[in-house]
């Protein structure tokens, strides 16, 4: 989806580093997005296309930019946002939006009747915040139409808003004199930060970052429901994070016990390896719990990938990049250790299928090591209508966009994308044993309509 930083420093001394500390923070947050980024600090911004430049290009980037404040915020996201309310104001978002369609109509809309949504929803809320004085109405005015978080900054201010259902995590980050705070998408940004003691900012929290002040909580919002982003807890988050006091390594391990539980019974293989690099918790929960019923069953790894690019050993390969050494030198960015895959049945755990380029690969691998057998376990619920993996894939071409409204379970979508993809099995989680693996109710996890229907028979 996205990822987004707020930093505040009192420091007088200190105040041509903001743009830094953003950088540092949005580098450690890039999983949540490399196809564009922004930095903005004090009146002025600077954006870019792909992964956040390095070092002696950010110099460069904060001199030519006259980036020099006391706060400032930086946004990550997979693509490059659409709406003209990212250039029209200082804003960052890490979800989407809802019910946009009257906002036209809103008493306080102003000059901003023909704008985009995003640009709309700012301006009411900087209205009802700054002119009105009315954090609660502010907030509530959000709530009904904001599923996420929000950052913008208004007359020199900085506030940050978690919507009341708790949807996306969000962290504030305080050093012990109170001087530099930071609030961003996810507390993994403690491993390097070490100076900062990080807290989650409560669904329903509006804060103001004030260089004059510690950061004031405005107003609060409690929802009677918890409605959260399964995505999270798949992939989006760092697998260092801690979202609601749980470690997401350990939710990814248990999302695969409690798949391995559920399956176990469905078929026999002698291995299981994860691919990519964001299923290992799930593989190695998988596994453990699958070896205790299953005494042939052997632990490895037998699918590595190749993950980093020969000229910046920190930057993940796209799938572009994977392509296209695929298509010009027709090697693989994976290496199949062929004697743990020839002649056996292997399950390959995939956090999703999407458009199916991942899975066909690695199966074309297992294939070409001579498997004899390739049962594909997906930790997500199937992909059907594309407004789930992520949030961001509505435009892409999923594999199972055909099938909507023509399955009436998992179990046929499970066969259906099996034939495509070129497996001998497929199997997707269902939403109970998810949320059974996040430790969260069912009802409390979001799902597009066509996933919270879906159920193996």
Known sequence: ??????????????????????????????????????????????DGDGPLPYEERIVKIVS?????????????????????????????????????????????????????PLYQIYCIFKTLLTRNRDPLKATDFLDRHLRGNMLVRIGGNIYAYRNNTGFKPLVLGSNKDGTL??????????????????????????????RSSEPITLSTQHSPNMVVDPFEFIRESNVASIVNGKSIYEIRKNIGKEQSKFLSGRFQIESAFAEPDYTRPMGLGFSLEYQKNHKMFEMGEGVIKDRYDDSDHMIDFSEEVSKYKLLTTSKSLKFV????????????????????????????????????????????????????????????????????????????????????????????????????????????????????????Q
Not at 199 to 208: S, T
Request: charged share 25%.
């Open 1 to 46: 989806m996205a990822g987004i930083v707020a930093v505040s420093d009192a420091e007088i001394k200190r105040a041509r580093n903001v743009a830094y500390i953003l950088a540092h923070c949005m580098r450690m947050l890039q999983h949540r997005g490399k196809a564009y980024w922004k930095i903005m600090v004090g009146k002025n911004s600077v």
């Open 64 to 116: 030519d930019g006259k980036l020099t404040g006391f706060d400032g915020i930086g946004f990550l996201s997979k693509r490059r946002p659409e709406s003209s309310g990212f250039k029209h104001s200082q804003i960052a978002l890490d979800g989407f939006l809802v019910d946009t369609e009257k906002l036209y109509l809103h008493p306080m809309i102003d000059g901003a009747r023909d704008c985009d």
């Open 181 to 210: 705070h930071v609030i961003a998408s996810e507390n993994s940004l403690r491993i390097s930060l070490v100076d900062l003691t990080f807290r989650d900012v409560a669904p329903g929290e509006l804060l103001k970052l004030d």
């Open 337 to 456: 250790v062929e004697n743990l895959v020839s002649n056996k049945s292997i399950g390959t755990i995939q956090g999703t299928i999407q458009t199916g380029g991942t899975v066909k690969e690695t199966i074309h691998y297992l294939r070409k090591s001579e498997a004899r057998e390739i049962i594909v376990i997906v930790s997500y619920p199937p992909t059907i209508d594309g407004r789930q993996v992520g949030l961001y894939t509505q435009n892409r071409d999923l594999i199972a966009n055909k099938y909507l409204g023509k399955v009436s379970s998992i179990d046929e979508i499970n066969i259906m994308i099996s034939n495509e993809i070129g497996a001998n099995e497929v199997y997707y989680n269902s939403p109970t044993s998810l949320a059974r693996g996040i430790g969260i109710a069912e009802g409390n996890l979001w799902f597009p309509e066509w996933i919270r229907f879906l159920e193996y």
